[in-house]
Structure formats: C-alpha cells, structure tokens
C-alpha cells in the first residue's frame, strides 16, 4: 500500500521539476543540484570552486539544511546571493521547496544556481529538483564502500568529487576500488579527486562548471 504513495508524491514532484528547469530555460540559467552525505564537504567544495567563477560567471546559491542559516552565512561571505532553505528537519529537498526560493536570489541575472542539497547520501537522489547538472560528492573519510552501498547517490551523476584526499594517509580508503566501484554505478561521470591542500583539481572541477554554463 505505500507504493502508489511513493508515486504521487515523485510525480508531484517531477512536474515541479518540470516546470523549474524550463524556467531556467527561459532565463539561460544553468542549475547544478550537489548532493552527499552530511560531512562530505559540500560547502566547502563550494568554497573552493565559487571565487574561481565570479570573473566569468554570475552565481547564486540554495543551501538546504534540516536547521541553522550556518552553511547559507559560509556561501554569503564569498559575495554571492545566497538563499538558506530549511527542511524543518526533512531529509531531502524537492521541487516545490525549490520553487518557493526562486523568488529570493536573482534569477534572471543570472549564469549558474547551484543548489547544495541536505547531507544525506539516500534519499536527495530520488528528487529530481530540475537541475541540469547533478554532482555527487563522497569523502574519503567516508569510507570506500560507500559507492558500492550507496549507488543511487551516484548513479544520475554527471560529476563526482571524491573530497577530503588529503586525508587518504590516515583513513582507510582505496581510492583504485572506490574509483572502480564508481565506474561500475556509473561510467560516464567525470571523477575529481579534490584536496585542500592542493587545489589543481578543485580548479579542473570549477572549469567543468564553467564549461557547462556558457
Ligand atoms: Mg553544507
Ligand atoms: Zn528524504
């Protein structure tokens, strides 16, 4: 009896979907929806890959989180219009949710949404929010089985960071059998290997954003 609810409520959903991503059709926005578990490093890849595209690139970002304005008050300091949505404690974003911020960031200005989704590897994946892009993150301190347990989250991804590498010396992490793990959920996703402490491929990935929204 719960399936056909499962299916109302995706299709609800999908037309939401829908009707966002003809809207950033209609305006020439690109809308990137970054998905991973809570500590993944989302905000911080973000961090990382947004001042690199302001010379080129108008931006906006949607932080969703369960609670706190913490993560939107991290984006806001990098310049960029920034709108918090808060689940209320909801695991996921949707459609809908996003819809109701549209009216908070300036849409028609813009070049490139990106939308962090709630720190959750399960159920963000299931909801299309009309993104074009979808970017799955997983941190080495997450273990590397997390490909092989957690596949949906990176099954629709077009681009996957694998973060925190820097920490590879200290966490059990096999980057060879979590990158063939990947390969095997999804083989054509670009793979970017993202440290802190070396920014050549934080910058390949912004590049892969960039490239995407002209
Ligand atoms: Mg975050
Ligand atoms: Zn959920």
């Given at each position: 009896?719960?399936?056909?609810?499962?299916r109302?409520?995706?299709?609800?959903?999908?037309?939401?979907?829908?009707?966002?991503?003809?809207?950033?059709?209609?305006?020439?926005?690109?809308?990137?929806?970054v998905?991973?578990?809570?500590?993944?490093g989302?905000?911080?890849?973000?961090e990382?890959?947004?001042?690199?595209?302001?010379?080129?690139?108008r931006?906006?970002?949607?932080?969703?989180?369960?609670?706190?304005?913490?993560?939107a008050?991290?984006?806001?300091a990098?310049?960029?219009?920034?709108?918090q949505?808060?689940?209320?404690?909801?695991?996921?974003?949707?459609?809908?949710?996003?819809?109701r911020?549209?009216?908070?960031?300036p849409?028609?200005?813009?070049?490139?949404?990106?939308?962090?989704?709630?720190?959750?590897?399960?159920?963000?994946?299931?909801?299309?929010?009309?993104?074009?892009?979808?970017?799955?993150?997983?941190?080495?301190?997450?273990?590397?089985?997390?490909?092989?347990?957690?596949?949906?989250?990176?099954?629709?991804?077009?681009?996957?960071?694998?973060?925190?590498c820097?920490?590879?010396?200290?966490?059990?992490?096999?980057?060879?059998?979590a990158?063939?793990?990947?390969?095997?959920?999804?083989?054509?996703?670009?793979?970017?290997?993202?440290?802190?402490?070396?920014?050549?491929?934080?910058?390949?990935?912004?590049?892969?954003?960039?490239?995407?929204?002209?």
């Open positions: 009896m719960n399936i056909p609810i499962v109302r409520i995706l299709e609800k959903n999908d037309q939401a979907a829908a009707e966002n991503r003809s809207r950033f059709g209609e305006l020439g926005v690109r809308c990137v929806n998905l991973g578990g809570a500590g993944s989302k905000t911080t890849l973000l990382m890959v947004i001042p690199r595209l302001l010379d080129g690139l931006i906006a970002v949607l932080e969703g989180d369960l609670a706190t304005t913490r993560d008050e991290r984006i806001a990098l310049g960029v219009p920034c709108a949505l808060l689940t209320d404690g909801g695991c996921h974003l949707t459609a809908a949710h996003v819809q911020a549209l009216p908070h960031v849409l028609a200005e813009l070049d490139l949404l990106i939308i962090e989704n709630v720190g959750n590897p399960i159920c963000p994946a299931n909801f299309d929010l009309g993104e074009h892009v979808r970017v799955s993150v997983l941190s080495v301190a997450e273990g590397d089985d997390k490909p092989s347990k957690y596949p949906l989250l990176f099954k629709d991804a077009h681009a996957i960071v694998i973060s925190k820097d920490l590879l010396p200290f966490v059990r992490f096999d980057l060879e059998r990158k063939a793990d990947l390969r095997l959920v999804n083989s054509h996703a670009q793979v970017f290997e993202v440290s802190t402490r070396d920014d050549r491929e934080a910058a390949r990935f912004a590049e892969f954003l960039r490239r995407d929204a002209q």
